[in-house]
């Protein structure tokens, strides 16, 4: 193996755990190697090159899954807190908090938000010039000079076209290597379940959300006049929602035993905010009176199976905690 490709994972494998900067950048390294074909000896990255990829990632590891990226959870790291701004006036702008890939939603922020999206990219740049692209070489105490030369001047990565073709033909196993790490870093500060699944997921075109209509003949039986979980009032079909009690954002999963009826306005309302202690308990009587009217019925399968395991080990309430910490 390539000398230089063993650095370059070395790098990943041995990166600290305060924040998750250093993954970010080998990511765009290896995405922006992967981008095109590359003339002459050697290839030059702007800074903004991989602050454009920073952005990518971090919007959406966050507006899908609000994933804390730093172990001083009172200082927040600089790209987050830009990340979080841009993603805050672009939800503003389209008056809901609806979750929006960037890729989609760059369209939005170069047109509609350009002033907003410029400053963010100008700042996260910013910060891989100051944090970021001077120590990612360092190995052993000492700088990886064969992987790139970061010229801070003129905010350039110099790379040989050979290491760019090492990035490229090893993109598929990099890309592993870096979301593996990745998430295990934020196992250590997030209490999330299902990190790595959602580190790795960001990567696919889509994220795509399960319809839950297969679930209505569960709710139906607990529930037939199907009133509101939220505001009790009861629901005309045009206005009826399934809603997860906790965020989908924090359990990243559907199941029954946290799925209930509500009115899409009240759904919209309550977007991804954690329920209230009120709410986890009337959940649980919800499930238990559910499992019940089930085993009455004699259904079995998946579901009533999830159900019953859901409520012998308190699921709601250690899923409400961790959500909350």
């Keep these: 193996m390539d000398p230089r490709l063993n650095k370059f994972k070395k790098i990943i494998r041995e990166c600290n755990y305060d924040n998750t900067y250093k993954m970010a950048l080998a990511k765009a390294l290896v995405e922006l190697s992967s981008e095109k074909e590359y003339e002459g000896d050697f290839v030059v990255f702007t800074v903004y090159d991989a602050a454009h990829k920073f952005l990518k990632y971090y919007w959406n590891q966050t507006i899908y899954f609000n994933l804390v ?3 001083n959870l009172k200082k927040i790291p600089e790209v987050l807190q830009y990340t979080k701004r841009l993603i805050s006036k672009f939800f503003e702008y389209n008056e809901n908090k609806k979750p929006e890939r960037f890729e989609k939603a760059e369209k939005i922020l170069s047109e509609k938000l350009r002033d907003h999206y410029a400053k963010t990219i100008d700042n996260i740049a910013c910060t891989i010039c100051k944090d970021v692209a001077w120590r ?9 000079d064969d992987i790139y030369v970061f010229d ?38 997030n209490s999330s379940p299902r990190i790595n699944k959602k580190v790795k997921i960001i ?16 709710l139906d039986a607990e529930n037939p006049e199907r009133r509101c979980f939220l505001c009790g009032k009861k629901i005309e079909d045009k206005e009826l929602s399934i809603d997860h009690v906790i965020p989908w954002s924090y359990v990243y999963s559907d199941d029954l035993w946290n799925l209930v009826y509500v009115h899409k306005s009240c759904n919209s309302t ?6 209230s202690e009120e709410e986890i308990q009337k959940l649980k009587e919800r499930n238990e009176e559910l499992f019940e009217i089930l085993k009455e019925k004699q259904e079995s399968g998946k579901w009533i199976d999830e159900l019953e395991i859901a409520i012998e080990k308190d699921y709601v309430d250690k899923f409400w905690i961790g959500c909350k910490q």
């Design 69 to 71: 990226q730093g172990s």
């Design 136 to 144: 990612f070489t360092r190995i052993d105490g000492e700088f990886a």
């Design 152 to 189: 801070k001047t003129k905010k350039v990565f110099v790379i040989s076209s050979e290491v760019v073709k090492l990035l490229k033909e090893n993109a598929e196993d990099l890309y592993d290597l870096i979301n593996y790490r990745w998430g295990m870093i934020l196992e250590t500060f």
């Design 203 to 218: 990567d696919r075109e889509d994220i795509k959300r399960n319809s839950l209509n297969k679930y209505k003949v569960f």
């Design 270 to 275: 309550k977007s991804n905010v954690i329920p």
